[in-house]
């Protein structure tokens, strides 16, 4: 029997909903830090409650071209770092030298495991490839190329994110075999993308742990 799928619960805005996740047995959390994204914290507001969460699961920020600086501020009040932008290789290198690190990649036809090997982290994400967005469109991903490549590159942990919901994630399972699933949108309260739904939560946790057992 396989370990259960680990899932990562993101674009968490308040404490409420991060109990909520927690308490429907996610992994990890993940909090956005980049500006242009309409379900943005700010650290200051974040750092005052989020030591105050119970459970292990991991506090994910998620970042968006930030400079090294502003990843080592970061670094002290989050267990990781999760790249999203187009950072370099030297400053995913920099950043893991002083913590956690994850790097997101666009997946598309010319990504591959010698492209992604290329940069140290501990983890991987690959998320739609929608021109212009940083995660969270919403947009499902090509399944059977994430299939390929997460049975080609085995080295890291591999996330997958973009479109899961509820109702898809199980078949996402079936097909690509990741190491985790990442969800934003789909388990958000209808209307406010800045609001999780938790029974909208605990069936994507249900599923994906019970497709990957």
């Known amino acids: 029997m396989r370990e259960p799928t680990r899932v990562k619960i993101c674009g968490i805005t308040n ?8 308490d429907a047995g996610a992994d990890a959390l993940g909090f956005n830090l980049y500006p242009g994204s309409k379900r943005c914290v700010h650290i200051e507001d974040v750092a005052r409650w989020l030591p105050t969460l119970r ?16 990843v080592r501020r970061v670094q002290t009040v989050f267990d990781a770092i999760q790249l999203h932008g187009a950072e370099s290789e030297a400053l995913c290198a920099a950043a893991a030298s002083t913590g956690r690190i994850w790097k997101a990649f666009p997946l598309t036809k010319e ?14 994400v690959i998320d739609s ?25 085995t080295a890291r942990p591999i996330w997958l994110s973009g479109g899961l919901s509820p109702g898809n994630v199980a078949q996402a399972l079936f097909r690509v075999h990741p ?19 938790a029974s909208r939560m605990r069936a994507f946790i249900e599923a994906a742990k019970g497709a990957g057992a």
């Not at 459970?55 to 502003?70: F, H, Q, S, W, Y």
């Not at 990504?111 to 991987?124: I, N, P, Q, S």
């Not at 190491?179 to 739904?197: C, L």
């Open 15 to 22: 404490e409420e909903d991060a109990a909520a996740a927690i």
């Open 55 to 70: 459970g292990g699961a991991i506090r994910v920020a998620v970042m968006v071209n930030p400079t090294l600086d502003e």
């Open 111 to 124: 990504l591959d495991g010698d492209a992604m090997a290329l940069f140290e982290a501990e983890a991987l």
């Open 129 to 153: 490839a929608v021109p212009g967005a940083f995660g969270g469109t919403g947009k499902p991903n090509d399944l059977a190329l994430a299939a390929r490549l997460v049975a080609a590159y």
């Open 179 to 197: 190491y985790g699933v990442d969800v934003a949108s789909g388990v958000e309260a209808p209307g406010n993308s800045r609001r999780k739904d």
